[in-house]
T-cell receptor, first 112, second 113 residues
Framework: GENVEQHPSTLSVQEGDSAVIKCTYSDSASNYFPWYKQELGKGPQLIIDIRSNVGEKKDQRIAVTLNKTAKHFSLHITETQPEDSAVYFCAASKGRDYKLSFGAGTTVTVRA | DTGVSQNPRHKITKRGQNVTFRCDPISEHNRLYWYRQTLGQGPEFLTYFQNEAQLEKSRLLSDRFSAERPKGSFSTLEIQRTEQGDSAMYLC???????????FGPGTRLTVL
């Protein structure tokens, strides 16, 4: 099965700085890579996703990059704000409506 | 509220008891997923349905676990003879074409004493 590894497990950044989270996956058949944000007491919420035919995708302050050859993908958050503090999960799947394999999560803390 | 809803939000039970959780997906979403999340970990896939058909079950889903979606709308997840290792957050998600994004509910937190 698919194995997704995520680093770092915790990340503390100063407000306004950038945050980068990296993930690797094992199954070359995976072609869909979403990122979820989970706040305390809530379910994960999709913040951005990327498919294997695209190398990079950006949405305002967040961007994802994908390197299919190396089987790794990254989340970049620029100009971090206190409301960005949460747990972020990467995931991999063979399709958007297929089961997701998640990484272990990164706890991001934005210091004011 | 048109999001995914789960009930109960919290359940405390004694080891050996049976528990049942309910998930109401977003209206007309034909796919429904169950995941389990333990503290400090990402969600792990348990099973999923397309309409009323259960399409796949994870090896994590032992014979003590059963899930149903009888009319293709809400779903129930039952755990029989609960064990302390069953303590976790049980998450439900739903999706539907053409968007296919999986929308998650708030989860049911199970504590087995």
């Amino acid at each position: 099965g698919e194995n997704v590894e995520q680093h770092p497990s915790t990340l503390s950044v100063q407000e306004g700085d950038s945050a980068v989270i990296k993930c690797t996956y094992s199954d070359s058949a995976s072609n869909y890579f979403p990122w979820y944000k989970q706040e305390l007491g809530k379910g994960p919420q999709l913040i951005i996703d990327i498919r294997s035919n695209v190398g990079e995708k950006k949405d305002q302050r967040i961007a994802v990059t994908l390197n299919k050859t190396a089987k790794h993908f990254s989340l970049h958050i620029t100009e971090t704000q206190p409301e960005d503090s949460a747990v972020y999960f990467c995931a991999a799947s063979k399709g958007r409506d297929y089961k997701l394999s998640f990484g272990a999560g990164t706890t991001v803390t934005v210091r004011a | 509220d048109t999001g995914v809803s789960q009930n109960p939000r919290h359940k405390i039970t004694k080891r050996g008891q049976n528990v049942t959780f309910r998930c109401d997906p977003i209206s007309e979403h034909n796919r429904l997923y169950w995941y389990r999340q333990t503290l400090g970990q990402g969600p792990e896939f348990l099973t999923y349905f397309q309409n009323e058909a259960q399409l796949e079950k994870s090896r994590l889903l032992s014979d003590r676990f059963s899930a149903e979606r009888p009319k293709g709308s809400f779903s129930t997840l039952e755990i029989q003879r609960t064990e302390q290792g069953d303590s976790a957050m049980y998450l439900c998600a739903s999706s539907s074409p053409p968007v296919d994004e999986q929308f998650f509910g708030p989860g049911t937190r199970l504590t087995v004493l």
